[in-house]
Nanobody, 124 residues
Framework: VQLVESGGGTVQAGDSLRLSCVVS????????MGWFRQAPGKEREFVAA????????KYADSVKSRFIISRDKGQNTLYLQMNSLNSEDTAVYYC??????????????????WGRGTLVTVSS
């Protein structure tokens, strides 16, 4: 399984961006996919996750009501719509797959596959 992220870039505070993660390989319905991010000088943190089969979602408190995670099962693609961006959202965003499901992915220590990341820079 390979994950390739795209959609990062430099935007102004208050702008929106949509990240995509294309998955090559099979994703089982019991798996979860999600997004993590790592800001300069900080540890990687959970952003949002989605149950691939049922579509249930989880969000970090810092992005709830601003970010929306979604998927296109037919295209094997995961999305992250990011609205009302601010400087604290500046980070490299990583796509991840955890075959154990949503709860495991939310913890972040059971991820089976990672993408290489895409950089999002928000200028104020």
């Amino acid at each position: 399984v390979q994950l390739v992220e795209s959609g990062g870039g430099t935007v102004q505070a208050g702008d929106s961006l949509r990240l995509s993660c294309v998955v090559s390989g099979r994703i089982y319905s019991s798996s979860a996919m999600g997004w993590f991010r790592q800001a300069p000088g900080k540890e990687r943190e959970f952003v949002a996750a989605l149950d691939w089969g049922y579509g249930y979602t989880k969000y970090a408190d810092s992005v709830k009501s601003r970010f929306i995670i979604s998927r296109d099962k037919g295209q094997n693609t995961l999305y992250l719509q990011m609205n009302s961006l601010n400087s604290e959202d500046t980070a490299v965003y990583y796509c991840a797959v955890d075959r154990q499901g949503l709860a495991s992915l939310r913890m972040g220590n059971g991820v089976d596959y990672w993408g290489r990341g895409t950089l999002v820079t928000v200028s104020s």
